[in-house]
């Protein structure tokens, strides 16, 4: 089977969620951290999950990320995660990680499990402490289901600027099995990963050992998560989180299993999905921005220049604008770090040329100005050093990112 078959075998399923796995339940309720909104949630499996992590690659790390790690270090296997919005119990010291570790033990004293069965993950305001009490009124109110509105709940529980919840689903057969996999993530402003400002969750049935799943996520992270940015900042609490419940009953997947690059597959496309969602709902955003860059010698340089590009702010505001100003763009190709033929390049609004190996032609304003006005836009790089390729994505620059951003606190 080649690369292109296995792609086709994963089917996207309509109004997909982290609940669409079998085994997992969820719960969202409002205790009082934000003024009327849901901010505690909880995702939880009925049998223990294989776990699977990556964090903010920021120096200073919240006291949730801490307490994360310790959980999975213990088997690599735990029930869920319990997460928190208004807060991010980052740059808070000793209390901090004793409030982290203190909402991990509440939960898992709700469930009648032992402390490490849970994560811990948290966003918010940096530097404020958790309002233990309002914690745990959260966590005993929390009543989980599988339902459309559990899924709904916590990805609502889990936003901070987000304008609107972010999840998807996918599956695909695996030993004669159907596997699912769902996801929920949170991420509007302060995006710039490695990893950004945001919090992802994925669900799955598929049977896979903790280190199995580890090297899937590790090894499509940099295709997905850390090729979005908003705003050029990377926030202290950022974590994507992978449970593997088993319970589809395929055989343990691994890089041995034939079916290895359809589970890679599956894991990508969910991430992507949700990396693309974080992006389009940059704060202020009105349009999701994609930039493919083509004709590298490494992969690598072809997925900096296009981040480098999509995170301009200079090409941010052009976008805002429906401004085909492509000299933003090569400007910004130039400062991205990666060497290139400015003579040898191409760049495209979609199909419309603007610039052809290294000249400007004439092309229709009024038609790349349209194009521009669409909510989805494509920047087009053609280069001739090599055959690889790199994707970003990200959104445009709003008056709105500054007035969000200006009264954050209040």
């Known amino acids: ?33 934000r003024y009327s909104k849901k901010d505690i949630g909880v ?12 964090y903010t ?9 801490d307490v994360t790690k310790d959980s999975i ?30 909402m991990r033990k509440l939960t898992a004293q709700k469930f009648g499990l032992e402390d490490h069965a849970f994560a811990v993950a948290s966003t918010g305001v940096i530097g404020e402490y958790l309002d233990m009490e309002k914690i745990k009124k959260g966590i005993d109110l929390l009543e989980i289901a599988d339902t459309p509105e559990a899924a709904e709940d916590f990805g609502t529980a ?15 057969v695996i030993d004669g099995k159907v596997v699912k996999m769902g996801g929920a993530a949170k991420g509007s402003g302060m ?16 049977a896979i050992e903790p280190a199995d799943l580890q090297q899937a996520l590790s090894s499509i992270t940099n295709d997905t998560f850390n090729q979005i940015t908003v705003d050029g900042d990377s926030s202290t609490n950022d974590m994507v989180l992978v449970l593997a419940n088993g319970e589809a009953g395929n055989e343990p997947l691994s890089k041995a299993h034939p079916e290895w690059p359809v589970f890679l597959n599956l894991l990508k496309q969910t991430s992507e999905n949700l990396a693309k969602q974080i992006a389009k709902d940059g704060e202020g955003a009105t349009k999701l921005i994609e930039v493919n860059v083509h004709g590298m010698n490494e992969k690598t340089d072809a997925q900096m220049m296009a981040k480098t590009i999509v995170g301009s702010n200079l090409v941010k505001t052009a976008a805002f604008g429906s401004d085909a100003n492509w000299g933003r763009i090569i400007a910004a190709m130039g400062r991205s770090g990666v060497a290139f033929q400015p003579t040898q390049t191409t760049i495209a609004f979609g199909d419309i040329v603007v610039l052809k190996d290294g000249e400007p032609v004439q092309f229709s ?43 954050y606190r209040s």
């Open 43 to 54: 995702i939880f499996s009925d049998v223990t999950a294989s776990a699977a992590a990556v």
């Open 191 to 206: 995006i710039h990963p490695n990893m950004a400002t945001m919090l992802g969750f994925i669900t799955t049935d598929a």
């Open 158 to 172: 889990i936003l901070t600027t987000d304008i609107v919840t972010k999840s998807c689903g996918y599956e695909a």
């Open 365 to 407: 304003e009024e038609e790349a100005k349209a194009y521009l006005e669409n909510k989805s836009i494509t920047i087009n790089v053609y280069l001739q050093d090599g055959n690889e390729s790199g994707t970003a994505w990200g959104c445009d620059l709003t008056y709105d990112y500054v007035k969000i951003n200006g009264s």
């Open 73 to 102: 270090s213990v088997t690599g296997k735990i029930h869920g995660i319990i997460v928190n919005s208004a807060c991010a119990n980052a740059c808070t010291g000793k209390q901090g990680l004793k409030d982290a570790l203190e």
């Open 1 to 33: 089977m080649n690369t292109l078959q296995q792609v086709e075998t994963i089917k996207q399923i309509e109004k997909g969620n982290i609940l669409i796995p079998q085994g997992f339940k969820a719960s969202g309720v409002h205790a009082g951290l």
């Open 57 to 65: 690659q920021n120096v200073v790390q919240a006291a949730p990320i």
